[in-house]
């Protein structure tokens, strides 16, 4: 196992550099989903990028640093849904959802990722939610947001 990268609050969110001096921002933003009677669902949206953009790092701190941050988010908010949006840039959202899918494969955690189903990745849409397993509002989560996938992108 790697140590990770030391992760510091600034004003936009957060932020670690790696040894070879990338950094790395990391982000929440609040989103609303709906639920089945149309009442709003507050999740926060996850996302990071980094500067100068890469393509392709190999450096496996940068796995264990964003896992350990969302696992750190988690330990202290058990009760919310986060959703995470693969970035378009670069025409690499399938790449990302391929690269964060095979992390949280291999972390062993409480901490569930429920995908978007095929035909919004087959219009370019690449989602997931995580939800803890233990979270008592987990299907209420799952469920909006499927719901509004398939409200905003069809159900195939």
Known sequence: ?????????????????????????????????TDEAGEDVKVLSFGFYNVPETVHIKDPRIKETIVGFIKDFFDKNPDIGMLYLCDQKGDLAR???????????????????????????RQGYYSSLLI?????????????????????????
Not at 6 to 15: F, Q, S
Not at 96 to 118: A, L, Q, T, Y
Not at 135 to 149: E, G, S, T, V
């Open 95 to 121: 790449q990302r959802r391929i690269i964060f899918g095979s992390w949280h494969r291999e972390v062993k955690n409480e901490i569930e990722k429920h995908d978007c189903k095929e035909h919004h990745a």
């Open 132 to 156: 803890r397993s233990d979270n008592p509002l987990k299907q209420y989560y799952i469920d909006a947001f499927y719901r509004n996938l398939d409200e905003y992108l069809g159900e195939g």
């Open 1 to 33: 196992m790697y140590t990770p990268y030391e992760v510091t609050l600034t004003k936009e969110g957060y932020e670690f550099t790696t040894d070879t001096e990338i950094v790395y921002k990391l982000y929440f933003s609040s989103y609303y989903l």
